[in-house]
């Protein structure tokens, strides 16, 4: 498992992930990024919402 800075957790292997709904969802990539921004139209797993976030950070645009 690796964690990134303002990204997902890198999970290796295939993962059964349970999300705060109970529902669980399978991923049978070698490796599966599990977003930890909520932004992901993915959730549990990342869609690279994140970077919309970092961009507008660098710009000095706004908090979210
Ligand atoms: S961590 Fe990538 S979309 Fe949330």
């Given at each position: 498992?690796?964690?990134?800075?303002?990204?997902?957790?890198?999970?290796?292997?295939p993962v059964?992930v349970?999300?705060?709904?109970?529902?669980?969802v399978?991923?049978?990539?070698?490796?599966?990024?599990?977003?930890?921004?909520?932004?992901?139209?993915?959730?549990?797993?990342?869609?690279?919402?994140?970077?919309?976030?970092?961009?507008?950070?660098?710009?000095?645009?706004?908090s979210?």
């Open positions: 498992m690796e964690i990134t800075g303002e990204g997902p957790v890198l999970v290796n292997g059964d349970t999300g705060p709904d109970g529902e669980v399978r991923s049978e990539r070698s490796v599966t990024a599990l977003c930890t921004c909520r932004r992901s139209r993915r959730f549990p797993f990342c869609d690279t919402s994140h970077r919309d976030r970092e961009r507008r950070a660098h710009r000095g645009g706004g979210r």
